[in-house]
């Protein structure tokens, strides 16, 4: 077996210890500062369709696409489905030039006060999910503030209702247990649960970028039966709205 000095190498996770580090290629292009991240697939597709249509342009990233908006003012990238995909593009984004990173999804209602198509900006997060314990830092784990502000007050153009809220992540949708889910919504006032914010929450604090997310409820999780709503009219409605805000260059002007 071969014999390592430890004198040679940093403190775990120290950036003097890391083999791997984020890096923008010779040949790749350096991105717009602000953009969105979708994490779902169709939403993603939407979005960069929408944006070629009006001259955008599209490139490609490990794991996903990205697409740049012709005045090349923001750009999009998705899909990113679980929280160490979505924190491998969140990365590679920072390395391209992100500064500000918007996130979109969708997440499953635990609060009895929330139902099928109504909109939650992320608060604080939870991590349920295996990613965010590699990203610490002294900074508190939040989103940041005036970009959550921002998409707060884009979610009411849609609907007066949208609310701040807290969100726990999780890498097992197949293991939510109702005891489990009660004990976050008491213990940690937890509204809703998706698959990637609280790992997003960590690198953008970690890499000092601004972060926030908007969400859409895609299923109720609080009542005695689970209740999905992925096909339901008013939640695929409301996606769409909350991506138009998004896609509207003004929404990435500096402030």
């Given at each position: 077996m071969l014999a390592m000095d430890n004198d040679n190498f940093g403190t775990p996770y120290s950036e003097k210890d890391i083999v791997i580090s984020p890096r923008r290629g010779k040949h790749e292009k350096q991105i717009p500062a602000s953009g969105i991240l979708l994490v779902n697939p169709p939403d993603a597709q939407y979005a960069i369709t929408r944006l070629l249509s009006e001259g955008g342009e599209l490139r490609s990233i490990y794991h996903t696409q990205l697409c740049i908006h012709s005045t090349?003012?923001?750009?999009?990238?998705?899909?990113?489905?679980?929280?160490?995909?979505?924190?491998?593009?969140a990365e590679k984004l920072i390395a391209l030039g992100a500064r500000s990173i918007y996130l979109f999804s969708c997440c499953g209602a635990i609060s009895p006060e929330l139902k099928i198509g109504d909109i939650v900006v992320g608060a604080v997060p939870q991590a349920g999910?295996?990613?965010?314990?590699?990203?610490?830092?002294?900074?508190?784990?939040?989103?940041?503030?005036?970009?959550?502000?921002?998409?707060?007050?884009?979610?009411?153009?849609?609907?007066?209702?949208?609310?701040?809220?807290?969100?726990?992540t999780t890498d097992a949708p197949y293991r939510e247990s109702r005891y489990w889910l009660n004990e976050q919504l008491i213990r940690n006032q937890v509204v809703g649960i998706d698959m990637e914010y609280s790992a997003l929450c960590s690198i953008c604090n970690f890499r000092a970028i601004r972060f926030a997310g908007i969400f859409v409820i895609s299923d109720e999780l609080w009542r005695e039966r689970w209740v999905p709503g992925f096909k339901n009219a008013e939640f695929l409605s409301v996606g769409r709205k909350i991506i138009h805000l998004l896609l509207d260059p003004k929404f990435h002007e500096d402030r």
């Open positions: 090349g003012r923001f750009f999009i990238a998705g899909p990113a489905v679980s929280a160490p995909i979505a924190v491998m593009a999910e295996g990613t965010s314990q590699y990203y610490v830092c002294d900074r508190p784990n939040l989103p940041s503030k005036n970009s959550a502000e921002r998409l707060l007050t884009a979610a009411q153009q849609i609907s007066q209702q949208s609310r701040l809220g807290n969100i726990w």
